[in-house]
């Protein structure tokens, strides 16, 4: 099976995949536009891609895609997010004068480069592309900061490991596929509706659901392309195909402009936030 | 009076600034932080910060840094976002190679790269930053895509006005200062809270307004640092100081965890999405 990921091999997208499908091939795509393209046109099996991140928030891109596009969610999976300073193997911790890495990772290890006064935080498009740039280009005053797997992945040496500040750090990725499944054990529903724009709108759609003592684990609004301050939702459900959701989707029909049903599937497990197995 | 803003001079928050206060002095910062830490240190005597753009979605760092720091909402304005293809004075359309820009605002000018096709997208971390780079640099085969402000700050050429894809791209901005304020008008008023994690427990929050008949322009939620899948919600709601709000606002906070009351200030009228008077 091929399995599209957002960004370079190495990264925590791919880790991602690995865990969703352990035999799979991996194919990096630059763009999120790119993954789903590569689903559509059946050049992949299936796409991992990370929604939500514990302390960043949503990946807004992806939401859109989901709307947009014909895909559906097949699984969920909360992946710990541990960050790592990765440096060319001949490279000391005291040589290291510039880090690169996402913004996101830069922004969620400041504690680094509070200790470390002499490193410099330079933002990149990538994590694990930061580490094969700093050891393909042979930057020996330079690191990264990235996922494990992008050490191994590029020869890189870990100078230092879960440098990330919180360790309520989790990210929760998505496996996609293009056509709906049902499977065995779903008990989450994701949904995408748009309101019409009246007082009180949001309050009845969310009514569809409290009145059936169905509870939410997440909703987002993303703006509607064209209709400035109209907003489509997201939510989570924590039901699956039973009666209750139909008919809570059922009644939400009758009040939205419109109502996709995202992917029904099994919820993910919370894996625990303690220090790896390397520094016990 | 000063005014703080995240980015280059010459950028859309520098335009938003000079409507808000056209006398001001305006005070580039870096980070959206650094923005905030002027404010609260006295350095500035307001903020001018972008907080929702119509196609791109919320600036979710600036909703998180409302929420934790001393801050209160005192007006609000609309900005249509125009972009501009912007060059050293020498260069021509046909010797452009290279378009540095803010991703978001690359995003938003696919058109431009389709239909010339000899011109590479590259990411930039500033849209005005990218003018004076390209003008200070002398690059002679590039060119920015930022604001008319940014031409005339930096001593750039426009070689093409409005090429933003869709028309209806308008930018919501807030003039922050440190203390609440009351201002005559007020009609809109924006909060923050968290509620406990129950189900039901949103809908019955919006019922405090729902049954009141307040409705809501604009809610947003975002992850609690440290409680994983936990959130806070961001409401606008389209009253200010009357009796209803008030009301609303009391029985809100027996709900939820919290309640923050971030500004009570006149809302914005919504300006047209009409071509430039440089295009009539």
């Known amino acids: 099976m091929k399995v599209a990921i957002q960004g370079e091999l190495g990264s925590f997208s791919h880790e991602a995949a690995m865990q969703f499908a352990p035999s799979a091939v991996i194919v990096p795509c630059e763009r999120c536009a790119d993954v789903f393209d590569a689903l559509e046109s059946g050049s992949v099996q299936a796409a991992a891609i990370a929604i939500e991140n514990s302390l960043a928030g949503s990946v807004a891109e992806n939401y859109d895609l989901l709307l947009k596009r014909d895909a559906f969610i097949a699984r969920e999976l909360l992946l710990r997010i541990r960050h790592n300073l990765i440096a060319l193997p001949e490279t000391k911790l005291t040589d290291v004068r510039r880090v690169f890495s996402h913004p996101v990772a830069l922004e969620q290890c400041r504690k680094l480069f509070r200790s470390h006064r002499a490193m410099r935080a330079i933002p990149f498009y990538d994590t694990a592309g930061s580490v094969r740039h700093a050891v393909s280009e042979r930057l020996d005053d330079a690191a990264a900061i990235a996922p494990k797997r992008a050490a191994a992945q590029y020869g890189g040496k870990i100078l230092l490991a879960d440098i990330e500040d919180n360790r309520q750090n989790f990210t929760r990725f998505l496996l996609v596929g293009k056509r709906a499944k049902k499977l065995r054990g779903a008990n ?4 995408a509706f748009a309101l019409k724009n009246v007082p009180g709108a949001l309050f009845k759609a969310l009514s569809v659901f409290a009145l059936r003592d169905i509870s939410l684990s997440k909703i987002e609004s993303r703006p509607i392309v064209g209709r400035p301050w109209e907003y489509v939702f997201f939510a989570d459900i ?39 197995e390397t520094q016990k």
Chains 1, 2 share one sequence.
Do not use: M, W
């Open 188 to 191: 989450k529903t994701s949904l």
């Open 238 to 276: 924590n039901r699956g195909h039973d009666e209750a959701a139909q008919n809570a989707i059922h009644h939400l029909e009758e009040i939205a402009e419109f109502v996709k049903v995202l992917g029904v599937y099994p919820a993910a497990v919370q894996p625990n936030s303690g220090k790896s």
